[in-house]
């Protein structure tokens, strides 16, 4: 073991070790110098090309993230609002906007309006205006209508 106690062994080993990486920089240095400078800077190119890529899809990604959270939001405050009035005795509110809109065409149509303004104000067919003043009428003056009421 009189070897490991040699003080000249950390000598050596930093000698060994000098040689390998000077071997590997010879060699590095080969291989670069073979290299065609076009190549380096079309690939020089496409690393910005890519950088500026990343860059805009993290913009793009932050945007759709902000219009994500606002949406929920949004949806969030929707659903708050629909159970908050929500009618009571179980009708939902789908069937009471319909009942509203066909009030609200027949109320226009006794008040005078013909079905053409009928049907912009209610978003309705005029064949629908037809039928729903058709039903809301007593049934000896049932008929298709013509016009509105005359006063």
Partial sequence: MAILDSPFLPAIGQ???????FLAFWILYRRIR???PEKIDYLADRIDESARLIRELDANLREKGRISSELADLLERISKRDKTSAPPNGVSTGEDRKRNIRDLAVSMWADGKDIQEISLATGLFPGEIELLIDLSRPSAAKETPKGPPRS
């Fill in 15 to 21: 000698i060994f070790l000098d040689a390998v990486l």
């Fill in 34 to 36: 073979h290299l065609d």
